[in-house]
């Protein structure tokens, strides 16, 4: 199968990986059909010390399920599924309190890997995938780019609005990657900060969020959680357009310019797309 790598830094390729193997009864194998360039995949992209041919980091996705690991019974080959970025088990206490991005039982290995390619093994499938009525072939292209964006963004979205408590009639502030002191400091007595995106810093001290009774929370998104319980359904029901964030499509071929249009902000989210 074809999957992408870094062959060094602001340069990405594709090269010829074995077929991915069932290796443990929770396992399933899935078809790539669309997949995407995140911002955080920039990071190693832009990174001069990361070793070539490294894979990459991709996660995101939809696709069809070829085949399952004998633990699994919540899908089947050949369902339609989102392959959510994070794998909670659905039992522990953090998924059952809503928090499966960080599922006690996953700790270390609960985010997916190497998705830019034809083929991926999803691990601790049998309640993490989140499938999809139908097939792919039912749907419109806008319909699979929203299905895609519940892979991830969409519900990293909503992570940051449920974990700030955000109701009706809050003044909201969005601001973009790395503006943690911007974020802080635009709150008034006690307000409430959401973070959803990996911090890269280590030097802001939590005692100077006391005086003002700020409320500072965040992490990876409960993809799995908000996908069953709201999100696909909204979707489907056309009450949200989320794949909106997909500006450009690129073939897997395709993958440097893919990357390097979102390096170079020529497009906010790059799609790809796999026949």
Not at 221 to 249: E, H, M
Request: charged share 25%; glycine share 10%; with cysteine.
């Amino acid at each position: 199968m074809k999957s992408a790598v870094y062959l060094k830094a602001g340069q990405v390729g594709l090269v010829e990986m074995d077929h991915p193997q069932i290796l443990d009864p929770d396992d399933a194998i899935i078809r790539i059909v669309r997949t995407c360039v995140c911002g955080s995949d920039l990071w190693s992209y832009r990174n001069e010390q990361v070793k070539p041919g490294r894979m990459n980091s991709g996660h995101e996705a939809i696709g069809i399920v070829e085949e399952v690991g004998d633990a699994v019974t919540t899908v089947k080959a050949g369902d339609f599924v989102i392959a959510p970025f994070t794998h909670g088990c659905g039992g522990c206490d953090a998924c059952r309190a809503g928090y499966d991005g960080t599922c006690d039982r996953h700790i270390g290995n609960n985010w997916s890997d190497g998705v830019q390619a034809e083929y991926m093994r999803f691990e601790y499938a049998n309640w993490a995938l989140v499938k999809i009525p139908d097939q792919p072939s039912d749907y419109s292209e806008g319909m699979l780019k929203s299905f895609l964006a519940l892979a991830d963004v969409m519900p990293t979205g909503y992570h940051a609005a449920r974990v700030a408590d955000v109701k009706p009639g809050d003044k909201v502030v969005v601001i973009g990657d790395g503006a943690v002191d911007q974020a802080l400091g635009v709150l008034h007595n006690g307000g409430r900060l959401g973070f959803v995106g990996v911090p890269h810093y280590n030097n802001r001290a939590l005692g100077s969020t006391f005086a003002q009774n700020t409320t500072v929370a965040g992490g990876a998104a409960s993809v799995t959680t908000y996908d069953k319980q709201l999100l696909l359904k909204s979707v489907l029901d056309g009450d949200i357009n989320p794949g909106r964030v997909f500006t450009s499509s690129y073939k897997l071929e395709e993958i440097d310019q893919a990357y390097k249009d979102m390096d170079e902000r020529k497009t906010i989210k790059s799609l790809i797309v796999i026949d």
